[in-house]
């Protein structure tokens, strides 16, 4: 190894995911990439680019535009001992595979008494910021996280893009991974030594004193960016990237909110029935008498996701609304 190769590296959320893929083809023959456009156009975010030329069609497989029926492959590849990474393009398409899913792939080791398991991972494209309209904009991870038998991750970092797929791979359950559309080009920093991540734990991104906000995926940089703004204004802000939506790492968002005593959930989802109001329940459940104001959300509209920039914006939750919340729900605002 030399120097360089021990420094950390400049890398892309879409390069750590592709990354991700890369290593885990080469560990365990019984991998393999399937889904629309994955092998030739390289995937329709460009994720899996150049791993045609590298693995094959065998390991890189293109698939018809039928959800439903390679997502039901995927599943009986993995009952025969295969582990399958299915690609969904985006959640919405993901609705047409919703039978295989939810009826199949999550009731498998519950209806088998126990015989048999699905280690299927699941990868797929949510939220919106990209001027892709209302049928390729929806935040459904939430959704999901009401399914027992699934797992859903929702990674946020590079550390965790290019980290969670492994450790996903080796959970013998069905594992859903959410990337958010809008990270694909974020840039960042990857440590040399950069591997397999924990799935199991919320992390602490920003430690403070005053209000606890929890998040995840891209909403977790408009929170962070909005802890800085209140900052430089007397507000000490922390921050909880949830990182899985299913488990919930209770325990680490309720120990926070027991030393901050005031709790904002931050969620590109719709807050009726959505990941949010879970969260704001098992506070109430876990730590009511440790707060001194109501929990508070900041979700999207609820409305079908605009086209035109401005609208979608308004729609989002955004750094701004982040930080107007917090000061009226610690009385900075008088």
């Not at 950390?8 to 019984?30: F, G, H, N, S």
């Not at 209302?134 to 980290?163: C, F, M, N």
């Not at 949010?276 to 104001?293: K, T």
Request: charged share 25%; net charge negative; glycine share 10%.
């Amino acid at each position: 190894m030399t120097s360089d190769d021990k420094a950390p590296r400049k890398i892309t959320y879409r390069e750590a995911v592709r990354e991700a893929i890369r290593e885990a083809l080469q560990k365990d023959e019984r991998v393999f990439l399937m889904g629309e456009d994955v092998g030739r156009y390289g995937g329709c975010f460009a994720v899996s680019k150049g791993l045609l030329a590298e693995f094959g069609p065998e390991r890189i497989r293109d698939t018809p535009l039928s959800e439903s029926g390679f997502v039901g492959a995927g599943i009986g590849a993995a009952l025969g001992g295969m582990r399958p990474i299915v690609e969904v393009m985006t959640v919405n398409f993901s609705l047409l595979a919703a039978d295989q899913i939810i009826n199949n792939a999550s009731l498998y080791l519950y209806m088998s008494g126990g015989q048999f398991n699905v280690p299927i991972v699941i990868r797929m494209a949510t939220g919106g910021g990209r001027q892709l309209a209302a049928q390729h904009s929806r935040s459904l991870e939430g959704w999901y996280a009401h399914i027992p038998g699934i797992k859903v991750l929702s990674p946020a970092t590079i550390e965790d893009a290019r980290g969670m797929l492994w450790t996903a791979l080796e959970d013998p359950d069905p594992v859903l991974i959410f990337e958010n559309s809008g990270l694909y080009n974020m840039e960042g920093t990857l440590a040399p030594d950069a591997g397999p991540v924990d799935i199991d734990r919320a992390y602490v991104r920003r430690e403070g004193k005053d209000l606890t906000i929890l998040t995840h995926s891209a909403s977790l940089f408009k929170s962070l960016d909005a802890a800085e703004i209140l900052a430089r204004q007397g507000i000490d802000v922390e921050v909880i990237d949830l990182r899985t939506l299913r488990p919930l790492d209770e325990r680490t968002f309720l120990t926070s909110i027991a030393r901050t005593h005031r709790a904002l959930i931050v969620d590109e989802g719709w807050r009726s029935g959505g990941i949010s109001a879970e969260i704001a329940a098992r506070i109430m459940e876990g730590v009511f008498y440790e707060l001194d104001a109501p929990v508070q959300r900041l979700c999207s509209v609820e409305a079908p996701m605009p086209y035109a920039k401005h609208m979608e914006d308004a729609v989002l939750p955004q750094t701004d609304k982040i930080v107007d919340l917090v000061r009226k729900m610690v009385g900075a605002d008088g």
